[in-house]
């Protein structure tokens, strides 16, 4: 079966691969980049994303998109010079293909890349990107989801080193520590330069986890981040408390005679248990590998099991690509004390997808544990809050590295 990898992206609002989702609307709404681990960034001078959904309707839809640009904290850009609805409005039909013979749960699968598609040639500003889906007469919204445009005006460079916290105790005192380097160009803004002043952020994120990234910036108090150099031409942004976790588990429904089509999935081998102080096999750095479109690309209700003898914890969640790898209601798990064990049912897509499991909301340790030697992919994006046309917030670097691995620290 040939597969490709696929990014489950939507922030906002809920997972489209909802059981009750209404005949006729999208399903499975990604985005696929070329970057490592497949992020969802884009180039302004032309480095595509995809995007990609499924339609369940009996007759193909004529959508449109619409593309935002935002702040970095993911508010709409209020500057029509930046964000001008004529130009960012898709004026003709996603292109789309009928679902292979077999498949049951879609009848239409579209994609389409971006810059390259309809008046898209090339983005006019860097930044992060809403992108929404509207029916053709631009009355429903019925999807959105995120991704970044880049430009490399600089050049940074990430050290990711392992660092025991004071105070702490095995596991909880291991962390790795990010560091990101650039130099300013000479010159001001007229020079086609910068105002050093205005870059003072730096988001970090951690493999695919998108929705919750790591901010470094000369405006906060954070006892632990750190900016060196503010306001001059070199500078140095700083995180030392960012848990590296363990590996994360793997769910593989690509063979069907262990997976049948048209039945409901769990795992063959029984529950997934605590890994509190066992370390992982080697992941995907959080990707999901998708069929492509086949007779075995259909959906399946998948049922995650995690055994515990009594509902001592507050609340468990099951992340991954599949629900965009943020604690929701759709993602919370149920306990059933008969079986002792949390439960939920999701439908996924034939594929192989990294998962975890996360207690009340950012509590990554107690289940899944957390270890040095766990090899994450960190991505860090340098923001310069471009004072013309009002003022927006630009990303005019990119940099990604992995974590070093091994048992040991490696700095103070």
């Given at each position: 079966?040939?597969?490709?990898?696929i990014?489950?992206?939507l922030?906002?609002?809920?997972?489209?691969?909802a059981?009750?989702?209404?005949?006729?609307?999208?399903?499975?709404?990604?985005?696929?980049?070329e970057?490592?681990?497949?992020?969802?960034?884009?180039?302004?001078?032309?480095?595509?994303?995809?995007?990609?959904?499924?339609?369940?309707g009996?007759?193909p839809?004529?959508?449109r998109?619409?593309?935002?640009?935002?702040?970095?904290?993911?508010?709409?850009t209020?500057?029509?010079?930046?964000?001008?609805?004529?130009?960012?409005?898709?004026?003709?039909?996603?292109?789309?293909?009928?679902?292979?013979?077999?498949?049951?749960?879609?009848?239409?699968?579209y994609?389409?890349?971006?810059?390259?598609?309809?008046?898209?040639?090339?983005?006019?500003?860097?930044?992060n990107?809403?992108?929404?889906?509207?029916?053709?007469?631009?009355?429903?919204?019925?999807?959105?989801?995120?991704?970044?445009?880049?430009?490399?005006?600089?050049?940074?460079?990430?050290?990711v080193?392992?660092?025991?916290l004071?105070g702490?105790?095995?596991?909880?005192?291991?962390?790795?520590?990010?560091?990101?380097?650039?130099?300013?160009?000479?010159?001001?803004?007229?020079?086609?330069?910068?105002?050093?002043?205005?870059?003072?952020?730096?988001?970090?994120?951690?493999?695919?986890?998108?929705?919750?990234?790591?901010?470094?910036s000369?405006?906060?108090?954070?006892?632990?981040t750190?900016?060196?150099?503010?306001?001059?031409?070199?500078?140095?942004?700083?995180?030392?408390?960012?848990?590296?976790?363990?590996?994360?588990?793997?769910?593989?429904?690509?063979?069907?005679?262990f997976y049948?089509?048209?039945?409901?999935?769990?795992?063959?081998?029984?529950a997934?248990?605590?890994?509190?102080?066992?370390?992982?096999?080697?992941?995907?750095?959080?990707?999901a590998?998708?069929?492509?479109?086949n007779?075995?690309?259909?959906?399946?209700?998948?049922?995650?099991e995690?055994?515990?003898?009594s509902?001592?914890?507050?609340?468990v969640?099951?992340?991954?690509?599949?629900?965009?790898?943020?604690?929701?209601?759709?993602s919370?798990?149920k306990?059933?004390?008969?079986?002792?064990?949390?439960?939920?049912?999701?439908?996924?897509?034939r594929?192989?997808y990294?998962y975890?499991?996360?207690?009340?909301?950012?509590?990554?340790?107690?289940?899944?544990?957390?270890?040095?030697?766990?090899?994450?992919?960190?991505?860090?994006?340098?923001?310069y809050?471009?004072?013309?046309?009002?003022?927006?917030?630009?990303?005019v670097?990119f940099?990604?590295?992995?974590?070093?691995?091994?048992?040991?620290a490696?700095?103070?």
């Amino acid at each position: 079966m040939r597969l490709r990898f696929i990014l489950v992206l939507l922030c906002v609002g809920g997972s489209v691969l909802a059981e009750d989702a209404p005949a006729g609307r999208i399903k499975g709404l990604r985005v696929i980049g070329e970057k490592k681990a497949m992020l969802p960034i884009a180039g302004i001078d032309g480095q595509p994303i995809t995007i990609e959904f499924d339609t369940d309707g009996s007759q193909p839809y004529d959508f449109r998109l619409k593309f935002y640009h935002c702040d970095k904290d993911w508010g709409i850009t209020n500057n029509s010079f930046v964000n001008d609805e004529l130009r960012t409005t898709t004026k003709f039909q996603i292109p789309y293909e009928p679902a292979p013979a077999f498949v049951r749960h879609y009848t239409f699968h579209y994609s389409v890349s971006v810059p390259g598609f309809s008046v898209f040639k090339r983005f006019p500003q860097s930044g992060n990107y809403v992108f929404q889906i509207w029916d053709h007469d631009e009355k429903e919204m019925l999807g959105e989801g995120r991704f970044f445009v880049v430009e490399q005006a600089l050049s940074p460079v990430m050290k990711v080193r392992n660092r025991k916290l004071p105070g702490g105790i095995t596991p909880w005192n291991q962390a790795n520590k990010v560091e990101v380097f650039f130099e300013i160009p000479e010159g001001g803004q007229e020079d086609s330069g910068f105002y050093p002043i205005l870059l003072k952020t730096v988001d970090v994120y951690k493999n695919r986890e998108l929705c919750s990234p790591f901010r470094i910036s000369a405006d906060d108090q954070n006892a632990n981040t750190s900016v060196e150099g503010y306001g001059l031409r070199k500078v140095k942004f700083s995180i030392d408390n960012i848990a590296p976790g363990n590996e994360y588990r793997k769910l593989d429904l690509q063979n069907v005679d262990f997976y049948p089509p048209g039945q409901d999935a769990q795992f063959r081998e029984g529950a997934d248990v605590s890994r509190f102080l066992r370390q992982g096999k080697k992941d995907n750095n959080g990707a999901a590998v998708i069929a492509t479109v086949n007779q075995y690309s259909d959906y399946l209700r998948f049922q995650f099991e995690l055994l515990r003898e009594s509902d001592d914890l507050d609340s468990v969640f099951v992340l991954g690509d599949f629900n965009e790898w943020t604690p929701s209601e759709s993602s919370l798990m149920k306990y059933n004390r008969e079986t002792r064990r949390y439960w939920l049912a999701s439908w996924l897509r034939r594929g192989v997808y990294d998962y975890e499991y996360v207690v009340g909301r950012n509590d990554r340790i107690t289940i899944e544990g957390n270890d040095w030697r766990t090899v994450n992919l960190y991505t860090a994006l340098v923001y310069y809050h471009d004072p013309r046309y009002g003022g927006f917030d630009r990303i005019v670097g990119f940099v990604q590295a992995f974590g070093p691995g091994g048992g040991d620290a490696t700095v103070n």
